[in-house]
């Protein structure tokens, strides 16, 4: 199971709202990444975590050879443009020259092809004209020309990729080059997920007075695939204590859970309870907007994240506090926040008090990229948030800007590992 440190449980209600950056580092303190492994196919490994050292058992390329279509030769035979050269063979991909390259010869020779014994160099065929008597070259090459020699890309021996490797579609092509058919990652992780309130009805339901549809767990659960974690859908549960503590124990197993909505202050706002009851509160407020009430805790084994019922909170929540906690989780290293400097296409508004999350879009600008802050910002707003493809990041005691203003800037493709 998990190996997840103290909690530092309060179970006093916190007066004083924790900012971003503490409670990210307190929720990354609590989480140790799940121990078992399992060997997976590389077709398989994808979005999985690397649980071993991958060295190459061979350069890659495992032969010197050429970068272009063209001629193989000794560059000291064609320094004087015109020279003809004879043609004694071919290398194509897959198809080497069995011979050697000797003064005065040269090879046809495609891109990727080996490079034959005795050549140096290779001329592009834009610069090779070919007669009865020969081939000329109208350009003198210089050794090396053209020439991608054997383990340059990585060398035998060298380790290709390390522990904690969160594996991206590159990483497969990389372990696919060095010949690992197979590889040993951290078995994947179990995230239970449910939706909170009386007023949810699932999609496809028709709507009574006063409902919405259930749009958290269809947002949640497609962040969630984004990391390839196992989701158990445990539902919409109603806001009763009961119904609560009853959708806890269907949780049981999993690695975490995540709920959504609840987590307030208000009449109906039973999750908090709940966890006291049956597990332990981390904290439950952090001081940004969109996502103040969060309930971080622990539910036996399992790391609980009480989300905001707001759907743009309950995203913005997840995207920064819950995603790096099951990434280090899953076995890797979260990066830290990818954040740029960017000046502002348009005024933005915001009062002094909370650090706020603005939603924008990045755009071609007078001197580069720029960013325009979106609409609409209320937490409810999913609109503006599925235009956008980046955070504004303000801090508390920022107030009002002008366009033009430089601000920092959170691209939502941010790198997942380390
Ligand atoms: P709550 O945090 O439960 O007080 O909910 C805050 C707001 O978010 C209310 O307007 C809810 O109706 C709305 N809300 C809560 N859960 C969801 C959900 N799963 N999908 C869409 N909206 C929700
Ligand atoms: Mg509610």
Known sequence: MTGNASLDPCHEPQTQALVLDEARARILSAVAPVGETERVALADACQRVLAEVVTAR????????????????????????????????????????????????????????????????????????????????????????????????????????????????????????????????????????????????????????????????????????????????????????????????????????????????????????????RGDVGFWKVAMKPGKPLAFGRLDAALFFGLPGNPVSAMVTFMQLVRPALIRLAGAEPAPPLRVPLPLAAPVRKAPGRAEFQRARLLPGANGMAVEPLGHQGSGVLRSMSLADCFIVLDADCGDLDAGAVVSVEPFAQPVGA
């Open 58 to 277: 061979a350069d890659v390329p495992a032969h010197t050879n050429s970068a272009m279509d063209g001629y193989a030769l000794r560059a000291a035979d064609a320094a004087t443009p015109g020279t003809r050269l004879r043609p004694v063979g071919e290398s194509f991909a897959g198809h080497p020259f069995a011979g050697t390259v000797g003064a005065g010869e040269c090879v046809r020779i495609m891109t990727g092809a080996v490079l034959p014994d005795g050549a140096d160099s290779v001329v592009m065929q834009e610069r090779a004209t070919v007669h009865e008597d020969g081939v000329a070259f109208d350009k003198a090459p210089a050794e090396g020309d053209n020439v991608r020699p054997a383990g340059e890309d990585i060398a035998r021996g060298a380790t290709v990729l390390a522990p904690g490797r969160w594996l991206t579609p590159a990483d497969i092509g990389l372990l696919a080059s060095v010949g690992a058919g197979e590889v040993s990652v951290h078995r994947r992780l179990r995230v239970a997920l449910f939706s909170t309130g009386d007023e949810l009805q699932p999609v496809g339901q028709a709507l009574g007075p006063g409902d919405i549809h259930d749009s958290n767990r269809y947002t949640l659960r497609a962040l969630l695939d984004g990391l390839g974690v196992i989701v158990h859908d445990l539902g919409i549960v109603r806001d009763t204590l009961e119904a609560l503590e009853d959708a806890f124990a269907r949780a049981a197993g999993c690695d975490a859970l995540i709920t959504s909505g609840g987590v307030s202050v208000g009449e109906a706002d039973f999750v908090l309870d709940a966890l006291r009851r």
